[in-house]
């Protein structure tokens, strides 16, 4: 599975405009083939700024997108409503719930003990 995330900082009197613009764009998005979700996150403490993060099942799903439409409006529109731009691809290696969480947190308290020894 690969991530992608954009933070996008709005102009202030333009958040409304993208908040409407996202509602339309983001049902078209999710329903690209390979798209695992798509969502778009509000800052609780930047009140104009915003996190899009899209799920691909596949690197190609993903490239596919890239060349969208929905892409190029998406981009269109952060250039003129946004101030700042910034994007971030990655692959995830791991899923899973709970268990994992506790796994990942033992892991490094028994790195952290490793290290005191060193």
């Known amino acids: 599975m690969l991530i992608y995330q954009i933070k996008i900082e ?17 049902p078209k998005i999710r329903k690209q083939k ?16 915003y996190t899009l993060v899209g799920e691909w099942k596949t690197r190609q799903a993903m490239e596919k997108h890239f060349q969208t439409h929905d892409l190029e409006v998406l981009i269109g529109a952060t250039r003129v409503l946004g101030e700042t ?8 290696v ?17 790195k952290s003990v490793m290290e005191d020894f060193e």
């Open 10 to 26: 709005i102009k202030p009197y333009k958040s409304d405009e993208f908040t409407k613009s996202m509602r339309s764009l983001s």
């Open 34 to 49: 390979g798209c695992l979700g798509y969502s778009v996150y509000q800052d609780s403490e930047k009140e104009n700024t």
């Open 85 to 92: 731009l910034e994007m971030k691809i990655a692959e995830v």
């Open 94 to 110: 791991e899923t899973g719930g709970f268990e994992l969480a506790r796994e990942q947190i033992a892991q490094q308290q028994r």
